[in-house]
């Protein structure tokens, strides 16, 4: 495994979609290590619950062929890379001076909008896969809209779980019967338009999942007809969304899951009721102690962030950021300048959460070092855990109804909260000597089209991020040759 998997973390740059791309192509494809069907099935639970995507489906590989033990360094292989660097990367921050030159405000300002475009295009890509039908666009619409107005550490859990019990309630037809009128109306099935999404309400397994979210959302690519329970080669490599949901797995296929032949549902539901008990500790902890230690309060606010966080690296922009930065443990400006450099390195984007941990300690007196493994150590095991536990768990969880229409809720509303991100994001973009700690890159529309570029760039022509985080900055210089001239 070492000799094969080694150079991942170094070279795996581009985020998740290009990250499953990568992995179906050396596990399925060349090594065959696993089958199409498992890694499908594997692919559905990694963007079912919270965590990072790509590194949960890399740990999973691992586990399903070689054991627990192999698949714990698969993840170390996989994370510890781009985490030594966010690290590295705090300790520079942290010995920039408070005022920099004014070329340096201008291409930070570069980066920031570039940034920005890369995160609204991943906010549309996690949109087309969230978005099953007219209720889950609701959703996507509810967290965008409400995640824009209001700011507290409570809010983003509370609109994530009523966005899981309302597609409870409709899915599972709680809604009174009153409002079938309402449902027959405005949630039909078109009749004679074939490109507007489905109107179906009735829930989907688990499984079923896998096909509507195919891993990542490159361009778009003809679908190829295929058999019931086969995504073709084509549409997983690519990252291309399906346009029909048939079912992964035939009922007799359905008793023997991958989780299964890991875990026993015993040793799966006990790893998640530890994780559960720990997590209610430090909850109950973080709201009665009147004053907690400084690495108590960073390491709790980081473990409920790695524990709500659905959708993956985008998605933990928008907490990491109310998390650290809204209880002033780090400023705006060193968020900022970190989150347009890290879109740069390789591995999971969850190890801004070290760079932000690192920062945060410094910045209270206390070593670097000790932020940056707190971050590392609380936003990842939340979803290793659960993912591990479920996997145990997952022949029994696929055949509820209930368990589907809350993730599809809870994953719709959170990648509204994306699209919160990028407006809060755009608010505060803009650096100089007289706003040091941001202002809306609003104020020149330089920013605009730099965000632009960035969208267009990655989205219509295959420009990796790292490219358009660099183009970026060479437009915020230009900016600032022409202001200066």
């Known amino acids: ?16 979609a290009v990250h499953f791309q990568i992995f179906y192509k050396m596990f399925v494809q060349d090594l065959k290590w696993i089958e199409e069907q498992t890694y499908q099935e594997m692919f559905a639970l990694c963007q079912a619950l919270p965590g990072p995507g790509s590194t949960k489906m890399i740990y999973a590989i691992n586990i399903i062929r070689s054991g627990f033990t192999v698949g714990i360094l698969s993840f170390f292989l996989w ?10 990367l705090a300790v520079g921050i942290s010995r920039i001076r408070e005022t920099l030159p ?10 920031n909008s570039a940034t920005v475009g890369i995160i609204a295009l991943a906010a549309v890509q996690l949109s087309n896969k969230a978005i099953t039908d007219k209720l889950a666009r609701i959703m996507v619409f509810f967290g965008g809209t409400a995640g824009m107005l209001y700011n507290a550490l409570w809010y983003y859990p509370v609109l994530m ?19 079938h009128t309402f449902k027959r109306v405005f949630f039909r099935r078109p009749e004679q338009n074939p490109n507007v999404e489905e109107g179906s309400s009735e829930p989907t397994e688990l499984s079923d999942m896998a096909a509507k979210d195919a891993t990542a959302t490159a361009t778009p690519t003809t679908t190829t007809q295929r058999q019931a329970g086969t995504v073709t080669q084509a549409n997983i490599a690519s990252g291309t969304p399906e346009t029909t949901a048939a079912p992964l797995t035939s009922p007799a296929e359905a008793r023997s899951t991958a989780g299964g032949r890991v875990f026993s549902w015993k040793l ?13 500790t430090i ?25 709500i966080i659905f959708g993956g690296g985008p998605v933990v922009i928008p907490l990491l950021r109310e998390y650290v930065v809204s209880e002033t443990w780090v400023s705006p400006r060193d968020f900022l300048l970190g989150l347009a450099i ?10 801004f959460a070290v760079y932000l941990g690192a920062l945060a300690t410094h910045g209270a007196g206390h070593a670097a070092a000790l932020g940056a493994f707190l971050g ?40 509204g909260l994306i699209y919160a991100a990028v407006y809060r994001l755009w608010q505060q973009g803009f650096l100089s000597p007289d706003f040091r700690n941001g202002a809306s890159l609003g104020v020149d529309p330089w920013w605009l089209v730099a965000a632009a570029t960035s969208f267009v760039g990655c989205k219509s022509f295959a420009v990796p991020p790292p490219v358009a985080i660099v183009l970026g900055g060479a437009m915020g210089m230009v900016w600032y040759g022409v202001v200066a001239s």
Request: hydrophobic share 50%.
């Open 79 to 88: 994370s510890l890379p781009g985490a030594i660097a966010a690290y590295g």
């Open 376 to 415: 590392y150590l609380a936003i990842f095991a939340p979803g290793i855990a659960l993912h591990s536990g479920t996997m145990g768990l997952w022949g029994l969880l696929r055949k509820h109804r209930a368990v589907a229409a809350a993730l599809r809720g809870i994953n719709a509303t959170a990648v």
């Open 283 to 307: 909850m109950v902890l973080r709201g009665t102690l009147t004053r907690p230690p400084f690495a108590f309060q960073l390491f709790a606010n980081l473990y409920l962030a790695g524990t």
């Open 1 to 16: 495994m070492v000799a094969t998997e080694w150079y991942l973390g170094f070279t795996s740059f581009g985020g998740p």
């Open 161 to 179: 779980v009523v966005g899981g019990i309302t597609t409870i309630a409709w899915d599972l037809h709680w809604i009174p019967h009153n409002m």
């Open 102 to 111: 004014s070329p340096v405000y201008a291409l930070l300002s570069g980066l």
């Open 268 to 280: 799966g539901l006990s790893i998640i009721l530890l994780f559960l008990g720990t997590f209610t």
């Open 342 to 351: 890290i879109q740069a390195f390789p591995g999971p984007n969850f190890n």
